[in-house]
């Protein structure tokens, strides 16, 4: 075996490969010149950031079994030319947890305890005790948005401070936190409670700029927020001008909407402190994920075992072929089920029917789940590893196979909640049409058929008269075009319909993506009970 180390990471990591007396371990510079001639014989590469993995650097590499990235980010890495190459490719996520965690204590401390400007004070030769008074940490409350990996080491870390933490995250196991000792509240009382409110989740639709004008009006005028997580998920103006306004106290800044920071509001408060981006940065992280790619990388060669793969094994080109518009029919039926399900799934369940009932199973089940998990966590999950995220998770996944001949080639998913959702269930269910199109036959065990692809209102209601007719306006109104207009409803037995109307469902495919606005509108509908926008890829 050749291994081919073409950046700079953990000594121990490099010597645990060359504990191996039969492989070979060649370091060399990232540029190109230096890697290319390596690679023609190269079994593995590690890298960092800086090697560009793309299709016309892999094409060097006929014999490469594994790239293994040392951190979290694969943006230098094509994906897909590896997949498609059977190369797998691996990272080492939350490697850097603990130090996001304590740059985040680091952050409240500073602010409680105005450090960065008593010591901007002092090196300006002045002695300002009386200006610098400060409060504890301990007794205030602390919210965390998100209690993933990250969410959980602030956990740890602010027990030790006394702190009273309150947690708002609707994917989590309610076991879990309870696991922890954290109040799980709703997003409103996380906004009201905090002293200190932390944010933890990855960007998604529902947290981009979570941190607005509507919920910074919602907390207290001494709250202070700590952002160690996207930039994206503050509206930097809407911050800069609550605390201007003595809305909220102030903020503390690690990660910023375009980096590096120039021209922002925030840099001229002093009651913002700020760090460029360095929450991750730090030796010891850098030296963990050095050592557990190494590893990684070595018990895959020496074992098969996978571990923190971002995507694929190959599978045989054949089978592969006939296999890929029914796992593109699963990761989009997860999709949608992550956007219109009702929180924390506990239970997750696959039925394949017909001839999907003797394929690839394992590759669908993981298909679908990738395509929930994805919604909701910054992890990239992918076929390789979207189970044992799941589980991770609390997940329990239920497979049936129903072989019968009649039944026709379809995927059905559901998740059902927990507790804490009354164990609401969703399901949807759909077949590839038409050659290899995706789409929605079923949805919550109503008929109702539909493309499963780019902009969709998917909307539940009473069977009543006029809905239809209030939807189009609502949207015509908007100048949102309709593309497709897809209903359903319940089977009106004699029981049902003696106790009036039926539910229905129906999926709008609009142009363009459909403003929380307008969703709001059609929610009020009076017959409406749910209406949800769904973005599936088009
Ligand atoms: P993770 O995937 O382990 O956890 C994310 C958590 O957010 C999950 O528990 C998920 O259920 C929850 N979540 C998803 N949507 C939510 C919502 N709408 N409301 C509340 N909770 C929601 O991720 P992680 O490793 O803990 O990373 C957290 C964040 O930190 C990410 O945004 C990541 O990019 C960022 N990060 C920043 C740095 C840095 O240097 N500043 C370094 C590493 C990670």
Redesign the pocket.
Known sequence: MKIVVAEKISRKGVDLLREEKSWKVVECEPARDKLIPELKDADALLIRSAVQCDAALLEHAPKLKVIGRAG?GVDNVDIEAATKKGVLVMNT??G??V??AE?TLALMLSMARSVALANESMHAGRWEKKLFEGSELRGKTLGL????????EVVKRARAFELDIIG?????SPTLAEDLHVELVS?NDLFARSDYLS??????P??DK?IGRENLKKMKKSARIVN???GE?VDEQALAEAISNGQIAGAAL??FCAEPLKNSALTELKQVALTP?????TAEAQEIVGYRIAEQVRDYLKSSVIQNAVNMPSLPAEEYRLLAPYLNLAERLGQLLAQIGTGAPSVFEIRYSGKLSKMNTSLLRNSALKGLLNQ????KSNVVNSVSIAQA?GIRIQESHAQRTASADTLRIAVKGNSQNQGAESSVEGAVLMGDEPRLLVLDNINVECPLSGNLIVMKNLDVPGVIGKTGTILGKRGINIASFSLGRERATKAKAAKGPVGAVCVVQVDGQTPAAVIKELTKIPANTFARAVELPS
């Open positions: 979290i996520p939350g850097n947890s130090s996001v740059h948005l998100g209690l993933g990996r990250i969410g959980v708002y995250d609707p994917y989590i997003l944010l933890h989740t990855p960007l998604t529902e947290t979570i160690c997580a996207r998920l690690d990660v981006h360095i929450a991750g940065s909701i966590l910054d992890e998770r």
